[in-house]
Nanobody, 119 residues
Framework: QVQLQESGPGLVKPSQTFSVTCTVSGGSITTNYVYWNWIRQSPGKGLEWMGGIGYRGIPYYPPLLKSRTSISWDTSKNQFTLHLTSVTPEDAAVYYC???????????WGQGTQVTVSS
């Protein structure tokens, strides 16, 4: 059984950079044909895909967020991390990590971690 667990800063100030990390257990992040994603949900909004990283370690991002987003991984720790720069209150959300296949069919989710942006 694959399990994903997010960890993040909780509270971030505007204009800062924050990182949220997903620790994966029960399976390797280098497993063939598996993709690791970041998805967020803000109050009153739907789910927003932030980007992901594939089993070969190649990250991919949605165009609108590409300038502020980067995703890295640490295979020795079986973790992948989202970095978001120049945050604003609109970036406050619950951030989820999730595993998918190449067609973005998600089979495992983390429980989410709340990030609040406030001075």
């Amino acid at each position: 059984q694959v399990q994903l667990q997010e960890s993040g800063p909780g509270l971030v100030k505007p204009s800062q950079t924050f990182s949220v990390t997903c620790t994966v257990s029960g399976g390797s992040i280098t497993t063939n044909y598996v993709y690791w994603n970041w998805i967020r949900q803000s109050p009153g909004k739907g789910l927003e895909w932030m980007g992901g990283i594939g089993y070969r370690g190649i990250p991919y991002y949605p165009p609108l967020l590409k300038s502020r987003t980067s995703i890295s991984w640490d295979t020795s720790k079986n973790q992948f991390t989202l970095h978001l720069t120049s945050v604003t209150p609109e970036d406050a959300a619950v951030y989820y990590c999730a595993r998918s296949d190449s067609s973005f069919k998600i089979d495992y989710w983390g429980q989410g971690t709340q990030v609040t942006v406030s001075s």
